[in-house]
Protein backbone atom coordinates (compact mmCIF):
# COMPACT_ATOMS: atom_id res chain seq x y z
CA UNK A 1 0.00 0.00 0.00
CA UNK A 2 1.65 3.52 -0.81
CA UNK A 3 1.43 6.28 1.56
CA UNK A 4 1.92 9.89 1.91
CA UNK A 5 5.54 9.69 2.95
CA UNK A 6 7.86 7.72 0.91
CA UNK A 7 10.13 4.80 2.28
CA UNK A 8 13.14 7.50 1.41
CA UNK A 9 11.52 10.73 2.59
CA UNK A 10 10.62 9.01 5.50
CA UNK A 11 14.28 7.63 6.50
CA UNK A 12 15.69 11.22 5.79
CA UNK A 13 13.16 12.82 8.37
CA UNK A 14 14.08 9.88 10.59
CA UNK A 15 18.04 10.13 9.99
CA UNK A 16 17.57 13.57 11.66
CA UNK A 17 16.34 11.90 15.32
CA UNK A 18 19.21 10.55 17.45
CA UNK A 19 19.34 6.51 18.27
CA UNK A 20 16.72 7.23 21.48
CA UNK A 21 14.46 10.23 19.01
CA UNK A 22 14.39 6.96 16.89
CA UNK A 23 13.02 4.38 19.45
CA UNK A 24 10.72 6.68 20.80
CA UNK A 25 9.24 7.62 17.54
CA UNK A 26 8.97 3.91 16.93
CA UNK A 27 7.53 3.03 20.60
CA UNK A 28 4.72 5.19 20.05
CA UNK A 29 3.97 3.79 16.67
CA UNK A 30 3.72 0.50 18.39
CA UNK A 31 1.46 2.01 21.25
CA UNK A 32 -1.13 3.02 19.27
CA UNK A 33 -1.59 -0.61 18.11
CA UNK A 34 -2.28 -2.09 21.30
CA UNK A 35 -6.25 -1.39 21.28
CA UNK A 36 -6.50 -3.01 17.65
CA UNK A 37 -4.10 -6.27 19.36
CA UNK A 38 -5.85 -6.46 22.74
CA UNK A 39 -9.33 -6.70 20.62
CA UNK A 40 -8.10 -9.48 18.36
CA UNK A 41 -6.38 -11.35 21.36
CA UNK A 42 -9.72 -11.08 23.43
CA UNK A 43 -11.42 -12.57 19.90
CA UNK A 44 -9.26 -15.38 19.75
CA UNK A 45 -8.32 -16.43 23.88
CA UNK A 46 -5.01 -14.84 23.85
CA UNK A 47 -2.82 -12.63 26.19
CA UNK A 48 -0.27 -11.39 24.05
CA UNK A 49 -0.91 -8.10 24.37
CA UNK A 50 0.10 -7.75 28.12
CA UNK A 51 3.44 -9.10 26.93
CA UNK A 52 3.65 -6.37 24.44
CA UNK A 53 2.50 -3.73 26.81
CA UNK A 54 5.41 -5.24 29.14
CA UNK A 55 7.85 -4.64 26.34
CA UNK A 56 7.05 -1.21 25.76
CA UNK A 57 6.46 -0.12 29.47
CA UNK A 58 10.28 -1.83 29.74
CA UNK A 59 11.64 0.20 26.56
CA UNK A 60 10.07 3.96 27.48
CA UNK A 61 11.65 2.88 31.06
CA UNK A 62 15.24 2.35 28.90
CA UNK A 63 14.89 5.59 27.16
CA UNK A 64 14.55 7.10 30.41
CA UNK A 65 18.09 5.67 32.01
CA UNK A 66 16.59 2.93 33.35
CA UNK A 67 18.79 -0.49 33.03
CA UNK A 68 17.21 -3.00 31.51
CA UNK A 69 19.54 -6.10 30.03
CA UNK A 70 19.46 -6.36 26.46
CA UNK A 71 19.06 -9.85 26.75
CA UNK A 72 15.44 -8.88 27.95
CA UNK A 73 14.61 -7.45 24.92
CA UNK A 74 15.81 -10.37 22.95
CA UNK A 75 13.54 -12.58 25.11
CA UNK A 76 10.74 -10.65 23.93
CA UNK A 77 11.14 -10.43 20.46
CA UNK A 78 11.71 -13.93 20.47
CA UNK A 79 8.27 -14.69 22.34
CA UNK A 80 6.56 -11.79 20.32
CA UNK A 81 7.40 -13.88 17.37
CA UNK A 82 6.09 -16.94 18.46
CA UNK A 83 2.73 -15.93 19.17
CA UNK A 84 2.31 -13.81 16.26
CA UNK A 85 -0.87 -14.85 14.69
CA UNK A 86 -0.52 -16.99 12.14
CA UNK A 87 -2.49 -15.90 9.10
CA UNK A 88 -3.83 -17.62 5.89
CA UNK A 89 -3.58 -16.06 2.64
CA UNK A 90 -7.32 -15.06 2.97
CA UNK A 91 -6.73 -13.32 5.75
CA UNK A 92 -9.23 -10.42 7.52
CA UNK A 93 -8.32 -7.22 7.81
CA UNK A 94 -7.85 -7.79 11.82
CA UNK A 95 -5.93 -10.62 11.64
CA UNK A 96 -3.57 -8.45 9.24
CA UNK A 97 -4.31 -5.47 11.68
CA UNK A 98 -2.93 -7.95 14.50
CA UNK A 99 0.09 -9.07 12.70
CA UNK A 100 1.29 -5.58 11.99
CA UNK A 101 0.63 -4.75 15.36
CA UNK A 102 3.14 -7.06 16.70
CA UNK A 103 5.41 -6.58 13.94
CA UNK A 104 5.74 -3.16 14.76
CA UNK A 105 6.69 -4.30 18.72
CA UNK A 106 9.21 -6.19 17.48
CA UNK A 107 10.78 -3.45 14.98
CA UNK A 108 10.50 -1.37 17.94
CA UNK A 109 12.97 -3.71 19.94
CA UNK A 110 15.26 -4.57 17.26
CA UNK A 111 15.79 -0.79 16.96
CA UNK A 112 16.37 -0.03 20.50
CA UNK A 113 18.97 -2.93 20.11
CA UNK A 114 20.51 -2.18 16.66
CA UNK A 115 19.48 1.29 15.27
CA UNK A 116 18.41 0.53 11.72
CA UNK A 117 16.43 3.74 10.15
CA UNK A 118 14.57 0.85 8.24
CA UNK A 119 13.08 -0.73 11.43
CA UNK A 120 11.58 2.78 12.05
CA UNK A 121 10.54 3.44 8.48
CA UNK A 122 8.61 -0.19 8.64
CA UNK A 123 6.86 0.81 11.86
CA UNK A 124 5.30 3.84 9.78
CA UNK A 125 4.28 2.23 6.88
CA UNK A 126 2.93 -1.07 9.41
CA UNK A 127 0.75 1.81 10.97
CA UNK A 128 -0.48 3.23 8.15
CA UNK A 129 -1.34 -0.21 6.29
CA UNK A 130 -3.18 -0.77 9.79
CA UNK A 131 -5.29 2.41 9.33
CA UNK A 132 -5.73 1.64 5.96
CA UNK A 133 -7.62 -1.92 7.12
CA UNK A 134 -9.56 -0.08 9.12
CA UNK A 135 -10.89 2.48 6.74
CA UNK A 136 -11.37 -0.41 4.07
CA UNK A 137 -13.69 -2.08 6.72
CA UNK A 138 -15.85 0.94 7.43
CA UNK A 139 -15.93 1.96 3.88
CA UNK A 140 -15.54 -0.84 1.43
CA UNK A 141 -13.12 1.78 -0.95
CA UNK A 142 -9.42 0.69 -1.45
CA UNK A 143 -8.74 3.41 -3.63
CA UNK A 144 -5.51 4.87 -2.08
CA UNK A 145 -6.87 8.44 -2.89
CA UNK A 146 -10.19 8.25 -0.97
CA UNK A 147 -8.08 6.39 2.00
CA UNK A 148 -5.76 9.31 1.75
CA UNK A 149 -8.48 11.70 2.33
CA UNK A 150 -10.12 9.86 5.18
CA UNK A 151 -9.83 11.27 8.81
CA UNK A 152 -8.13 8.46 9.89
CA UNK A 153 -5.37 8.22 7.61
CA UNK A 154 -5.24 11.78 8.10
CA UNK A 155 -4.94 11.68 11.48
CA UNK A 156 -2.23 8.98 11.80
CA UNK A 157 -0.32 10.89 9.38
CA UNK A 158 -0.34 13.59 10.96
CA UNK A 159 0.68 12.24 14.29
CA UNK A 160 3.41 10.51 13.01
CA UNK A 161 4.87 13.69 11.37
CA UNK A 162 3.79 15.81 14.67
CA UNK A 163 5.89 13.24 16.52
CA UNK A 164 9.26 13.44 13.90
CA UNK A 165 9.34 17.27 14.71
CA UNK A 166 8.59 17.27 18.59
CA UNK A 167 11.61 15.00 18.82
CA UNK A 168 13.63 17.24 16.85
CA UNK A 169 13.13 19.91 18.96
CA UNK A 170 13.20 17.63 22.59
CA UNK A 171 15.94 15.51 22.84
CA UNK A 172 16.22 15.20 26.46
CA UNK A 173 13.72 12.34 27.15
CA UNK A 174 12.78 13.15 30.46
CA UNK A 175 10.06 10.48 32.75
CA UNK A 176 7.84 13.99 32.37
CA UNK A 177 8.41 14.19 28.49
CA UNK A 178 7.91 10.50 28.03
CA UNK A 179 4.37 10.66 30.11
CA UNK A 180 3.30 13.26 28.38
CA UNK A 181 3.48 12.49 24.59
CA UNK A 182 2.45 9.00 26.06
CA UNK A 183 -0.36 10.99 27.02
CA UNK A 184 -1.12 12.58 23.53
CA UNK A 185 -0.51 9.20 21.80
CA UNK A 186 -3.62 7.54 23.85
CA UNK A 187 -5.72 9.74 22.07
CA UNK A 188 -4.75 8.43 18.41
CA UNK A 189 -4.84 4.64 19.03
CA UNK A 190 -5.61 2.63 16.00
CA UNK A 191 -8.68 0.52 16.11
CA UNK A 192 -9.34 -3.08 14.86
CA UNK A 193 -11.06 -3.53 11.20
CA UNK A 194 -14.73 -4.66 11.84
Not at 130 to 155: C, F, P, R, W
Request: charged share 25%; hydrophobic share 40%.
Amino acid sequence: MPSDFSSHDLGVKLEQLDHKGRVFFALLCAERHLPCLKDFMDRNGDSLDHRVTSSLDMAFDRLCGVDVDDGVFEQHIGEHLLHTPQIEEDATGAELQAVHAVNCIVYALELLLHDEVFNAVSISQASLESVYLKILSLTGDANMESVQKHDLYKKEFLKQSVDIETLKLNQEYTAGFIQELREKNRTCMIQLAS
